[in-house]
């Protein structure tokens, strides 16, 4: 459950989405982390619309 009181960083899932791996989510603004490198983002990106989801 989100808590509207505490950062958005640390309440979200601390793996990367492709291969399951740790990621350390940097303090302050900017964006949550997904993915390890950028490679680990196109292949997840790619793998979701050969699946048939409408990714951006």
């Known amino acids: 459950m989100f808590d509207a009181t505490q ?3 640390s309440q ?3 793996a990367c989405l492709h291969c399951g ?3 350390e989510q940097k303090e ?4 949550i ?3 390890c490198d950028g490679d680990h983002g196109k ?4 793998r979701m ?6 990714i951006g």
């Open 12 to 14: 979200c899932d601390n």
């Open 21 to 23: 791996a740790e990621l």
């Open 43 to 46: 292949a997840y990106r790619r």
């Open 7 to 9: 950062p958005a960083k």
């Open 33 to 35: 982390r997904r993915f």
């Open 28 to 31: 302050g603004r900017g964006r």
């Open 49 to 54: 619309r050969a699946l048939g989801f409408d």
